[in-house]
């Protein structure tokens, strides 16, 4: 009997077999298709945690991207109508590093004079930079997900509309002032999300020094303090000790002194 099933090499070409797959659902328009089925069953709402368009997508992107592909997939297949429209976030720091990059603007004060208008124009100019290679990337790991009906944070009624739900939020009580500690741009005069802070995150090296302090009763013996904030020192009034560290008293024969040290600086002290 002969199969009805095309006969797999040996060695399959995994990328050019979702090149296929990919060019069948183009074909068939598979995506808007299983919308268009799907209307008028319950709604799955779906918003798109989007991403800026002023850099390209990584692997962050592609893991989170098809977690989400999954979930909408499995809400329709279950009897739901899922909207999924890709969004773009438009606003915050990465936008205006790129401007101020591109214009060579170092200060706040510099903005000002360029003035709120024409900055946010600029602003608005980049902020579609890499869309269609977002288009690409997304399309070529098989998402499904509407581009050409997608929203923009700089859109004046997406604006709108988180004013508004602030605002609902806001009249039932929801809303408290807290305190808590943010990395901060002094560049920039805001504070930092974890990712903005972490972008450019990378090892320096720090003016730091050891400072002796001589004990009162015994001149000769000296506690051994390591900072990078010399200039604090004239305004240091004690020295802190743990009572759970075991301290060392080396002796420096050339120099006729007494150290106080920890013992797990030692080796590094020394050295």
């Known amino acids: 009997m002969e199969s009805k099933f095309a006969k797999v090499p040996e060695r399959a070409d995994f990328p050019e077999e979702e090149e296929k797959i990919l060019a069948y659902w183009k074909e068939i328009d598979a995506f808007k298709e299983q919308t268009r089925r799907s209307v008028g069953k319950k709604p799955y709402t779906f918003y798109d945690g989007p991403p800026f368009a ?3 997508p990584h692997y962050g992107h592609i893991a989170a991207g098809t977690i989400k592909d999954v979930m909408t997939r499995y809400a329709v297949q279950t009897g739901h109508h899922c909207e999924r429209r890709f969004g773009w976030d438009c606003h915050g720091l990465p ?3 790129e401007i101020d990059k591109r214009y060579e603007i170092k200060s706040s004060l510099e903005r000002e004079e360029i003035g709120i208008k024409e900055y946010n124009r600029r602003c608005r100019e980049i902020v579609m930079t890499y869309s269609k290679e977002w288009e690409h990337i997304v399309g070529r790991f098989g998402r499904w997900i509407d581009f050409e009906n997608d929203y923009k944070t700089m859109d004046q009624k997406y604006m709108e509309s988180v004013w508004w739900t602030f605002k609902q939020i806001y009249d039932k009580g929801l809303v408290y002032r807290g305190s808590r500690i943010m990395p901060f741009s002094t560049a920039c005069n805001t504070v930092l999300s974890n990712f903005e802070a972490g972008s450019n995150y990378k090892d320096t090296r720090d003016p730091a020094l050891y400072v002796t302090f001589p004990l009162v ?22 020295c802190a000790v743990n009572a759970d560290f075991v301290y060392l008293k080396v002796r420096d024969e050339e120099k006729g002194k007494v150290y106080l040290i920890a013992e797990a600086r030692l080796k590094d002290t020394l050295k």
């Open 54 to 56: 002023t850099g390209l």
């Open 217 to 238: 009763d015994e001149p000769e013996t000296s506690l051994i303090a390591w900072t990078t904030t010399p200039w604090t020192l004239p305004s240091n009034l004690a």
């Open 95 to 97: 936008i205006e590093y």
